[in-house]
């Protein structure tokens, strides 16, 4: 069970694509928050372009205790739309027992910074996380942009990929890196 003083990574639902301005007010408090973001191209009356948009719709990861969240989400109007995200509690036969809040250990949540942070080609967001069952060779990138980042080795549209993944969220895929830049761990 969670203790709601305790500071934890929330991965929260945001309504109606306000994810931006509730970034903008978590910042001007002091909250720790990151949301993923990647350049899409825009097509529109304007010529076409680039801008920076969130890569994963209404999410936000913010680090702070739930029961100052909690306080914020309902004395704050630009916070009023954000959601906790909740995992269910299954007992030996897989019945619901409870849903608790969904957190994300520290660790986990610096290798998914770590390769969200990094606005490049070989990265990409993976929204269908049907692979996540599948069994792959967790590994160490220890060269490169990406070193230090814990993933398993996946193969996603063909190509062998280093996917971090945020269990029942989101995750992030890195392509194209040579073999010998990566060490693999024991389970």
Not at 16 to 41: N, T, V
Not at 85 to 97: E, T, Y
Not at 137 to 166: H, L, P
């Amino acid at each position: 069970m969670l203790k709601t003083e305790e500071i934890h990574w929330f991965p929260m639902r945001v309504t109606y694509s306000r994810e931006l301005q509730a970034k903008e007010y978590l910042d001007s408090i002091g909250i720790e928050c990151f949301i993923p973001m990647q350049w899409k191209h825009i097509e529109g009356r304007h010529p076409r372009h680039r801008e920076l948009k969130p890569a994963i719709s209404n999410l936000i990861f913010v680090h702070s205790s739930q029961q100052n969240i909690t306080e914020l989400k309902m004395t704050r109007r630009e916070l009023t739309s954000l959601r906790y995200i909740m995992k269910p509690v299954l007992d030996n036969r897989n019945n619901v027992l409870r849903k608790d809040v969904l957190t994300v250990p520290d660790k986990e949540m610096d290798n998914f910074i770590k390769v969200a942070s990094v606005n490049d080609d070989r990265v990409f967001y993976m929204e269908n996380l049907d692979f996540a069952g599948k069994p792959g060779q967790k590994v160490k990138v220890v060269e490169g942009d990406f070193a230090g980042v814990e993933g398993t080795i996946k193969r996603v549209k063909k190509n062998k990929c280093v996917v971090v993944q945020i269990e029942n969220v989101a995750a992030v895929a890195i392509a194209f890196l040579p073999a010998a830049f990566l060490f693999p761990l024991e389970d």
